[in-house]
Every structure is written in structure tokens, then in C-alpha cells.
Nanobody, 122 residues
Framework: VQLQASGGGLVQAGGSLRLSCAAS????????AAWFRQEPGKEREIIAA????????SYADSVKGRFTISRDNAKRTVYLEMNSLKPDDTAVYYC????????????????WGQGTQVTVSS
């Protein structure tokens, strides 16, 4: 599976962005998909994950109620809708895929997109 993330950019606090992660490969619908983010000098953290069926999305507390993860297996695409953005959301965002279920450790994700920068100005 190859992943291509897009949709990042510069937005003012309180604004919205939608990230997309396009996948290639016939078996993408079998994978758990997730979004991670990483700030300079910090560890990569998971912020949202979704099962292969689209059921049971899970979120980090820091984004719960503001971000929504979804997927369209027919289009082989995973989305991250980000609302009420804060300066603390500034980071490089990565999409990832795993066959190990709804796991949170980045070491369990075998496939990664290239990252897309999200910058939220105050």
C-alpha cells in the first residue's frame, strides 16, 4: 500500500481544513487507517484512527469533538476533517495504515504517507 497525504496549509485559529490520504493497492479496504501528527522535537502522536469498515473511529483527547476521521474504501481515501483549529494543532500530519487493528503505537503501522504541514496562526 502506498499513501499520499494532501490538504495541509496555513489557516487562522478557529478555521477548518480537510486532509485527504489517497491509497494505492487493492487491499486498502482491509487496513486500519490513522492520522498522526508530529511537532519539531517531539514524538509522533496518533490523533485519530478508523477501522477497515469505517466503524469505531477513535480520537486523541486533544482533538475529540473538533476532528473527524472518515474513509471511502471505494475511493481508497481517508479523510481528516479539522474544525476549530488551534495554534497547538500546528504540526506535520501523516496518514498511516495497519493490519493490526485499532492500534495506537506508530510502530504497528507499516505504511505511511509523506506528511503534510498544517500551520495554525493565532
Amino acid at each position: 500500500v502506498q499513501l499520499q497525504a494532501s490538504g495541509g496549509g496555513l489557516v487562522q485559529a478557529g478555521g477548518s481544513l480537510r486532509l485527504s490520504c489517497a491509497a494505492s493497492g487493492r487491499s486498502f479496504s482491509a487496513y486500519t487507517a490513522a492520522w498522526f501528527r508530529q511537532e519539531p522535537g517531539k514524538e509522533r502522536e496518533i490523533i485519530a484512527a478508523i477501522s477497515w469498515s469505517g466503524a469505531s473511529p477513535s480520537y486523541a483527547d486533544s482533538v475529540k469533538g473538533r476532528f473527524t476521521i472518515s474513509r471511502d474504501n471505494a475511493k481508497r481515501t481517508v479523510y481528516l476533517e479539522m474544525n476549530s483549529l488551534k495554534p497547538d494543532d500546528t504540526a506535520v500530519y501523516y496518514c498511516a495504515a495497519s493490519l493490526r487493528g485499532l492500534v495506537t503505537n506508530p510502530n504497528n503501522y507499516a505504511y505511511w504517507g509523506q506528511g503534510t504541514q498544517v500551520t495554525v496562526s493565532s
